[in-house]
């Protein structure tokens, strides 16, 4: 069941070979569904959900960030032909919104520590750029302030990309607080696979009615992420209910009372979707405190047991006040020639920016081009065990340390 990333080995940054698809791994992206189920198992108590984004005001679901971002944009009055400043260290699933709306993408420059580049923005902005993307990337906060004091100057929306950052503080304020909207993607922090929302502690967020799930449908998400939950060893008390649902839902499908909601939230149609009742019910069951509080003490857990290993650099070493993180940031120099290694091991992990925007100019961004080939995440959820992270850290430092002993070549399989 392994899904194989693929690399495209060329100078420059990594595009996606023309007309090859891009699996997305369900390992790093779902690394364990556990303890926070989405019936409440685990939770505190229906108004626990009430923090980190949702703490500013009453959500707008959407079926994924992407088709938040673009609520986003078109909450902000964007319209095609509207140039937008996004980040060149980006996924592609950030610059899909702006091919929907037909809005145009002016990339900007980062700092090593993935900080803005404020002058390269200034230089970057003109008449027709509407709304400034800002990313939080890994759950470490942007300079906030000095973003918001630059698009008041400037006559910008300010967007805040929250994907990373669903939970978190900024000088002193909540995660999005600063921007004109903030966006959240919740399988990030959730035992989920889809779900975004729009929030904004300064503008209404809109109030379109989209389409549902239907009971059905909600009952087919049910079982996938109960079937992600047993294939991670998670809830293995519900797998005989799991499998009686899962006939269920199957059969009321065959008989067309009901559609395949993974369906639902793909490309531009998700754009009139919402996210099912799985996805809202495990917000509000939810233990913000307690998710905060294990993604901190397994992100410092694993950067004390990465310190010191040769070929890794942790980006990211300390853990600022109010961070909650998403994933552990690392950089690997040696990424190209171990990577299907660390996949053939099932090493959860991630490769954010392995793929750029086609549009993105070489060169522009030396950092972004440096780790789309060479960046790399190990995940830090809330549901993973002490044994598991030991495992996930042995395996890439014993892959590490034997590409550094043996230059050119792959390490040895166990």
């Keep these: 069941m392994q899904t194989r990333s693929i690399t495209v080995e060329r100078e420059g940054p990594n595009r996606p070979a023309e007309g090859r698809l891009i699996p997305w791994p369900e390992v790093p992206a779902y690394p364990v569904l556990g303890d926070l189920g989405p019936m409440g198992i685990g939770g505190s108590g229906a108004g626990s959900g009430a923090a980190g984004l949702l703490a500013l005001g009453a959500p707008f679901f959407t079926t994924a960030g992407r088709t938040a971002l673009a609520w986003a944009f078109k909450a902000a009055g964007l319209v095609p032909g509207d140039r937008v400043l996004l980040p060149a260290y980006h996924c592609l699933a950030m610059v899909e919104p702006l091919e929907w709306l037909g809005l145009e993408a002016v990339y900007y420059r980062l700092h090593d520590d993935l900080s803005i580049d404020l002058e ?35 006559g910008l929306a300010l967007i805040e990309d929250c994907a990373h950052s669903f939970y978190g503080s900024c000088a002193g304020a909540p995660m999005g607080s600063f921007g004109d909207y903030a966006i959240g993607s919740l399988p990030k922090f959730f035992p989920l696979r889809g779900g975004g929302c729009l929030v904004s502690s300064r503008h209404e967020v809109p109030r379109q009615v989209l389409a549902g799930h239907g009971p059905v449908g909600n009952l087919q998400a049910l079982v996938r992420e109960l079937q992600m939950a047993h294939y991670y060893g998670r809830l293995r008390a519900l797998r005989p209910a799991t499998f009686g649902a899962a006939a269920a839902a199957k059969l009321l499908a065959l008989a067309g009372l009901g559609g395949d909601p993974a369906r639902l939230g793909c490309g531009a149609a998700g754009l009139e979707t919402a996210a099912g009742w799985v996805a809202r019910r495990s917000l509000a069951t939810s233990a913000p405190e307690e998710i905060a509080d294990r993604r901190r003490r397994h992100y410092a857990t694993i950067c004390r047991l990465l310190s ?3 070929g890794i650099t942790l980006l ?54 440096d780790l789309s080939h060479h960046g790399l995440q190990l995940p830090c959820h809330q549901s993973l065990w002490d044994d598991e992270i030991e495992w996930m850290v042995t395996q890439l430092a014993d892959v590490c340390t034997k590409a550094g002993k043996q230059p050119g070549r792959m390490p040895a399989e166990h």
Aim: hydrophobic content about 45%; glycine content about 8%; overall charge neutral.
């Design 308 to 310: 010191g290993v040769p």
């Design 316 to 369: 990211k070493p300390r853990l600022e006040t109010g961070v909650v993180p998403y994933m552990v940031p690392l950089r690997i120099p040696a990424l190209g020639r171990i990577f299907a290694t660390l996949e053939d091991r099932a090493v959860p992990m991630q490769r954010f920016g392995q793929f750029l925007a086609p549009a993105l100019a070489p060169g522009l961004c030396p950092v972004s081009d």
């Design 120 to 154: 390269d923005l200034e230089a970057g902005s003109d008449p027709a750029c509407k709304a400034l993307v800002a990313v939080h990337y890994f759950g470490f906060p942007q300079d906030a302030v000095r973003l918001r004091a630059f698009c008041d100057s400037a």
